[in-house]
């Protein structure tokens, strides 16, 4: 990944060239902001998709169904995206 911001001077926020932000009547737009739009709908979908997979897994646990294909299918996707929610709730995001 080309990273389009770097740690500024004082290390206490990021920064990015002036060629990777356009900035027309009070709207910010360009290559960062397309980036954090796209960061922004990955963590959405997956806080959402948590969400979704516990309902199933609580349908298919009411059903009888924990040792089936599609139980531990939807477990490990679970606990993958958690992972994922994890690591970046460590880096505050």
Same mark, same amino acid.
């Given at each position: 990944?080309?990273?389009?911001?770097?740690?500024?001077?004082?290390?206490?926020?990021?920064?990015?060239?002036?060629?990777?932000v356009?900035?027309?009547?009070?709207?910010c737009?360009?290559?960062?902001?397309? &980036? #954090?739009?796209?960061? %922004?709908?990955? =963590?959405?979908a997956?806080?959402?998709?948590q969400?979704q997979?516990? +309902?199933e897994l609580?349908?298919? &646990? #009411?059903?009888?169904? %924990?040792?089936? =294909?599609?139980?531990?299918?939807?477990?490990?996707?679970?606990?993958? +995206?958690?992972?994922?929610?994890?690591? #970046?709730?460590?880096?505050?995001?």
């Amino acid at each position: 990944m080309n990273r389009l911001t770097r740690l500024s001077d004082d290390k206490k926020s990021y920064v990015t060239d002036k060629d990777k932000v356009n900035i027309e009547d009070n709207i910010c737009s360009g290559e960062a902001i397309d &980036r #954090l739009g796209k960061f %922004e709908d990955f =963590y959405e979908a997956l806080v959402k998709g948590q969400s979704q997979v516990q +309902e199933e897994l609580e349908r298919l &646990r #009411l059903e009888g169904k %924990e040792k089936s =294909y599609r139980y531990k299918e939807l477990m490990a996707k679970k606990l993958t +995206e958690n992972h994922i929610l994890n690591m #970046l709730k460590l880096y505050d995001l």
